[in-house]
């Protein structure tokens, strides 16, 4: 088949397939040159890499890093990818929300939620535990981020039945949940999430007793003597308290009601570099960056250890493990791209219908 019968989709990412490579061919020098063009440069580098990769990742992979590249950088090349994403998600909510009034369904669902809940690592295995505490959240924990994301997308509204959704979720024991200290223990990153999901939907506003059981649980004295495990936990869930709040990139946040995590971030730089992981050393600049403190020295120096991090044979982040698996190195990535490439400006949804999205 000659190239000009492909489809010209196939094409766009053969031409970023060749952009990758004419980048590689540039030698990155981490110690020469204004700091500023190595952080730009190795950002085009990760993002060539995976531009190029994209039409093979997995679906779910392709949704987390088109979503966030659009955020970014609001350039319609990866308006496709969130099309096609909101298509499934229209889809799937249809029907679940068809089904939630059925006897019994939602009680199903949650059990096979933890039935399926991976078990491969100690951190796993204790998310499993703690959601088979907690009855019909293991399910609808799920269900809310994907109302959140249609709320997002502007296509709420579009789905029959929502509100039926809507109300469903606030039936259930969320401050219960989203306060108690074993939850918080092994979920903290998703708790800022749900909390944050359930107050843009409209559900309910749990956001100042959720913040305030998560410093009770984590008060200075108790995070210094923190094990590796738990304190990557404190610090996902900080940055999540932020993350959430920009509805994930597409507004900036209060510097001053999130003052509290910045001030956490503060307090010992040097652990953060020398036991967080990239993911979450990402994370932490992005905190500073969507609260307006692109200026802020951790800024500096969490984007000189990203690119230190670089690895120039396969152009990427790899894991701890020094796996170079585009699939599994998309999260610590697209957040590289982002913090080494941040251009200072945040791109809402997309919503096709040209609007921000709407409100409950």
């Not at 298509?87 to 933890?114: C, D, H, I, K, N």
């Not at 994370?283 to 690895?311: G, I, N, T």
Request: with cysteine; proline share 6%; net charge negative.
């Amino acid at each position: 088949m000659s190239l000009a019968a492909l489809h010209p989709r196939l094409l766009a990412w053969f031409a970023l397939g060749l952009l990758a490579l004419q980048l590689s061919a540039c030698a990155l020098q981490p110690s020469d040159g204004d700091p500023a063009d190595r952080h730009r440069q190795a950002a085009a580098l990760i993002r060539a890499t995976y531009d190029a990769a994209l039409p093979e990742l997995p679906a779910s992979k392709r949704r987390h890093y088109a979503q966030r590249l659009y955020r970014l950088t609001g350039e319609p090349r990866y308006l496709a990818e969130n099309h096609d994403y909101m298509a499934r998600l229209q889809a799937r909510l249809e029907s679940e929300v068809a089904t939630l009034a059925v006897p019994g369904r939602t009680e199903a669902l949650a059990r096979e939620s933890v039935d399926g809940y991976p078990r491969r690592t100690e951190k796993q295995r204790a998310r499993a535990a703690m959601l088979a505490d907690w009855g019909e959240i293991a399910y609808a924990r799920g269900l809310l981020f994907r109302l959140v994301q249609a709320h997002y997308h502007g296509i709420l509204e579009e789905i029959s039945g929502h509100e039926r959704a809507l109300d469903y979720l606030g039936e259930l024991p969320w401050e219960a949940f989203l306060t108690d200290p074993e939850v918080l223990r092994v979920y903290a990153a998703q708790v800022a999430n749900q909390v944050h999901y359930l107050h843009q939907l409209g559900v309910v506003d749990l956001r100042a007793e959720v913040e305030a059981a998560f410093r009770r649980r984590y008060p200075p004295e108790r995070v210094e003597g923190l094990d590796n495990r738990e304190y990557r936990n404190w610090l996902y869930g900080l940055t999540h308290f932020v993350i959430a709040a920009s509805r994930y990139y597409q507004q900036r946040v209060d510097a001053e009601a999130h003052a509290w995590v910045l001030a956490a971030f503060e307090s010992d730089p040097e652990r953060i570099l020398r036991e967080a992981t990239e993911d979450i050393q990402a994370e932490v600049a992005l905190s500073f960056l969507l609260a307006r403190q692109e200026e802020h020295p951790l800024v500096e120096r969490v984007r000189d250890a990203l690119v230190a991090a670089l690895d120039r044979e396969s152009d990427m982040i790899p894991s701890p493990a020094v796996s170079t698996d585009p699939a599994l190195g998309e999260h610590r990535n697209v957040l590289a791209i982002m913090v080494l490439g941040w251009q200072g400006r945040l791109h809402p949804g997309p919503c096709f219908d040209g609007g921000p999205p709407p409100g409950r």
